[in-house]
């Protein structure tokens, strides 16, 4: 198997462990453990906090003892643990903290998956900016595949899916054992702890363009993540009406949020001719 198809599988099994529950925990909590809406913000709130701290602090780690793809194989191995543990788990308080052990692990390994890609396709005489994209969409299919796999199995109410991505999880740690070597990169002089955790890129807000930009995503970013938490056990709420309850939306949720990932899959291969025609202001302002 060539080193692209190995990198598909790899964005695959990613984006798979996330769609398997990111989407769908909300209604378990909310329908099955009886969460309310507060409890459930309050888990998934973990994961904003993991992605604030944890990549800062992995990047260290991976830059100066660990080789990229053992880090990406340790935090795989935490994060099936987690939720493998979180099956048990039956309280708010409880669930934030697994959760937050979760997304600790998980979140870092976004950023890590995107270096093993870019150094393993520099490294095959690639162009990681034209080979990248095609790599990545295998995630956006894996998360999909995912969603549909725990929606048409009847599990979006069921620990079930934490089961799904727990082994997922797993998987993917042993397969990233398999993974070329990255070599540790070389020590940079005067670096401060500041630069290594990226705390210096918050300079940038000087600039008022940067700032409007920063602000936007953080918009972009927040309705995403209302959708993500929340759209799901909106719909679920149907069921309560005798109208609804046989409905194909109310039976199989997730299949429908997931239209949103398959137009992802279509306008990511598409960003390189929109940036080229219309430039990056207008894509926003269409977005």
Known sequence: MGITSR??????????????????LGSYMI?????TGANVGMVYSSKGLAAIIMPGIMGIIADKWLRAERAYMLCHLVCAGALLYATTVTDPQTMFWVMLVNAMAYMPTIALSNSVSYSCLA??????????????VFGTIGFIVAMWTVSLMGLE?????????????????????TLPKIPVAEKKANTTLVSK??????????????AIFFLFAMMLGAVLQITNVFGNPFLHDFARNPEFADSFVVKYPSILLSVSQMAEVGFILTIPFFLKRFGIKTVMLMS
Do not use: C, E, H
């Open 157 to 177: 109410l069921s620990s079930a899916q934490l089961y799904i991505a727990s082994g997922a999880s797993l998987l993917l740690a042993l397969y990233a054992l």
């Open 197 to 210: 955790l990226g705390l210096d890129a918050f300079v940038l807000f000087k600039n008022p363009r940067m």
């Open 31 to 35: 329908n099955t453990l009886d969460f």
């Open 123 to 136: 490294k095959a005489g690639q162009d990681p900016v034209t080979s990248f994209p095609p790599v990545r």
């Open 7 to 24: 990198l598909k599988v790899m964005s695959f099994l990613q984006y798979f462990i996330w769609g398997s529950w990111l989407v769908t």
